[in-house]
């Protein structure tokens, strides 16, 4: 009998301690919740298990496998938003490689010296950590945990210790509940600030951070951002705090709404970016997208 519930009684926190501690293979569903106009016991609006949002997958207690609602997890678009592919390259191998399981595409890309063994590993396990962080954020979901149910065999399986996994995940969500209430509001754009170009002079940004770069326009959300990145709600907002306590963005309400910008919004303290280990955005092409996309 599978084990089941709603994460507002058993956060995902207590249920990867239950599946670390017991050794359990299996796959956690968790579910949209619709309301059944019925109250538990303990007074709470009765939910009733919907769409599928997120499944996460474990082998004798051991996270292996991540993957959410609406946001591609295949190896081409893992290894695309790592920046371990090109955009073009990303594109290519979709066209090309259209009916290719993700293991096999991994040993055509290893001989092929597109990436190698450790990068792939490295992506994957980043894109599932990414996942699973995200949904330690959800409180109020149905969900069910399915013993021995795994991924298929052509999806390619990293295990990942759970003990760390909770851990920073703890650390995250502290940390995000201070930016969720600074970016509440997903629907909000980004702009430049005033002189834009000094502000980037020697500033380090990292894969990510670039992406969401390139998509600052008063016209693009911060939501349609995150989509056009294949970021999680988490993801984005982690970003878009970094780069606005930095002063390389500021977030305003979409063009043509009338209300004003969101108060306090400019004004916000700053704070020096991490330096992080990836490639520096060259100040000429970062001058030449700003020019580009403020004459839009």
Known sequence: MPLQGNLRDFSTTQLLNLINLSGRTGTLKIFEGIATGEKDAMNN????????RARVAFRAGKLVFASLAGQATDLVSVLNKTGKLSDSQAQLLRDRAKNTTDKALAVRLISANYVNKNDIVASIQQAILD??????????????????????DDVILVPIDLENVIIEGARR?????????????LDMCLKFPENPKE????????????????FVNPKNTIRMIAKANNMTDMEIRRVVYGLE???????????GDPKAARPGAANASRRAAKSK???????AVVNRLIDKLKSI
């Open 245 to 255: 306590q930095a002063g390389l963005v500021e977030i305003v309400r979409p063009q």
């Open 199 to 214: 502000k980037f002079e020697g500033i380090h940004l990292s894969v990510e951070e670039w992406r969401v770069v390139s």
């Open 173 to 185: 969500m502290k940390e995000l509940d201070e930016i969720t209430k600074h970016i509440e509001n």
């Open 45 to 52: 609006e009765k939910l009733a298990p919907g769409k599928e």
């Open 131 to 152: 996942i699973v962080y995200n949904i330690m954020a959800w409180n109020n979901d149905p969900f069910r945990f399915d013993d021995n149910e795994q991924p298929t």
């Open 277 to 283: 280990p990836q490639p520096q955005v060259q100040k």
